[in-house]
């Protein structure tokens, strides 16, 4: 007879196993080949991937799973990370690896940086709408950014065909921005992010540009005229053109100011300082001085030699402290060079210098100079460049040859290029030159060093897919100074 409690004892030994005698079930180990870089650097509304590690397994095959922190949260679970780069900013990274039964952690950064900077801005028309597009020289084989207006501004938000562009500074306000003119409006933008800050409406259509890199003012110059900003009101002052026709002795609406103007310094080492600007009536066929001697001063200068002239062109040159004058015959059409010293007039009394006639010549035929030509200049080179009427090329002009105009480009073109536009950058290093194709289709630009003997060719970026307007440089003045 078996005893009830036996019986129950040997069914439960017969329940265990004894698992001692039997080998350890391996364990897989994962380990990583590689780190994560400290920092990954994107630009703004850019995609940025990052691949996990490269993975060594030690034991049998099981599955690894991936879990992607960005900023605190998970944002993927795929071996690779594609983040899009929303926001300008810092951004903690940490990946988790496992297995199961390994797993690894790493860290990094996402650095964001503001997509557009120093660099070169193109302006161009795409179904009537103004488009802005950016290189940047320091990285010439970097992806054209071709319009870097729709990442923070609505669709709309720019009316009318646009014309001109360009960069200016405030340096006592710390402002810097882009102004853009579309039809009848100034548009003001935030330039590292490229977003609208202010639209201004005027009564007529904005035709050119013109801003001042280091200004301590903000000032900036359309169609011919003078402007300031008030950063505080974003608003631009614009009092100047009674006060031109005025000295003109003629109605303000009777005006007929040719659409350039040119800013020189008190001191060429003080690019913030300007001592005054030019600007010239077309109809009075007078230069209009604004400057000052402890008040602000209006004056006509130099009748003489203007008498039956329009003006064609007017660049800076002598280290900003001269101002070379272009004036087409209403006779005879042919060409006068003007090459004047608009003195020193913002200084102490006893410091001042007059403004004085330097050089006043005819421009032979020979020079390819006429009043279709695009024209820049190197003020600290006493260099103007200018495209030839023919189209041949670009021509350098030196104003300290005494009215030696050159026979010959510089830089030849072909046939079938165009100039549209041509930026210095603000020290005289590189030259940059905006060519559409003949049809109209495409467009390049090219990079000229300015420092060598032979004045190559640095970098050109080709086969741009619309068409330029306007080209406007980027150069950000130490604002702190």
Request: hydrophobic share 35%; with cysteine; glycine share 6%.
């Amino acid at each position: 007879m078996i005893l009830p409690g036996l019986l129950t004892c040997s069914l439960l030994t017969s329940c265990f196993k004894d698992h001692s005698t039997e080998p350890e079930q391996p364990v897989t180990e994962i380990t990583a080949e590689e780190q994560l870089k400290e920092v990954y650097t994107s630009d703004e509304g850019r995609l940025l991937e990052i691949p996990a590690p490269k993975l060594t397994l030690n034991g049998p095959s099981k599955d690894v799973k991936y879990s992607w922190e960005v900023g605190y949260e998970e944002v993927s679970t795929e071996p690779t990370l594609k983040y899009h780069c929303s926001k300008p900013g810092l951004y903690p990274v940490r990946l988790l690896i496992t297995n199961g039964e390994t797993t690894l952690v790493q860290r990094s950064t996402i650095n964001v940086q503001y997509r557009f900077r120093q660099g070169l801005y193109f302006l161009s028309e795409e179904s009537g709408t103004a488009t802005i597009g950016f290189v940047e020289p320091s990285q010439p084989a970097k992806v054209v950014d071709y319009d870097v207006l729709t990442l923070n501004n609505a669709a709309g938000t720019f009316v009318g065909k646009p014309h001109d562009l360009t960069f200016a500074t405030n340096v006592a306000y710390h402002y810097k921005g882009f102004l853009l003119a579309c039809g009848s409006n100034l548009y003001m933008l935030e330039p590292d992010q490229m977003e609208l800050a202010k639209t201004l409406s005027l009564k007529s259509e904005i035709t050119t540009l013109q801003g001042t890199w280091a200004d301590s003012k903000g000032r900036f110059f359309y169609n011919g005229r003078f402007g300031d900003f008030d950063v505080n009101k974003l608003e631009a002052a614009n009092s100047d053109l009674k006060l031109i026709a005025s000295q003109l002795g003629v109605a303000r609406d009777k005006l007929s100011l040719a659409p350039m103007t040119a800013a020189w310094l008190t001191d060429k080492n003080d690019p913030k300082k300007i001592d005054g600007y030019l600007a010239y009536d077309n109809g009075a066929e007078k230069i209009v001085a604004r400057y000052k001697e402890l008040t602000t001063k209006y004056g006509v200068w130099f009748n003489d030699e203007t008498k039956g002239y329009s003006l064609t062109h007017m660049v800076l040159t002598g280290d900003r402290l001269r101002v070379a004058l272009f004036l087409k015959s209403k006779s005879d059409e042919t060409i006068k060079h003007l090459l004047i010293n608009p003195g020193t007039h913002d200084v102490p009394k006893a410091k001042r210098v007059q403004q004085e006639v330097l050089l006043s010549k005819e421009v032979p035929a020979a020079a390819h100079l006429d009043a279709s030509s695009v024209m820049t200049s190197a003020p600290t080179r006493n260099l103007v460049f200018y495209s030839g009427a023919d189209d041949s090329g670009i021509y350098a002009y030196n104003t300290i040859s005494q009215g030696n105009f050159p026979t010959a480009p510089l830089i030849a073109l072909s046939k079938n290029d165009v100039v549209v536009d041509m930026v210095v950058d603000k020290d005289d290093h590189f030259l940059y030159i905006a060519l559409n194709s003949r049809s109209g289709s495409t467009a390049s630009i090219r990079q000229i060093d300015l420092t060598k003997d032979s004045y190559p060719i640095v970098h050109v970026w080709k086969d741009l897919r619309l068409p330029i307007t306007a080209i406007a440089l980027r150069e950000d003045y130490p604002i702190d100074n």
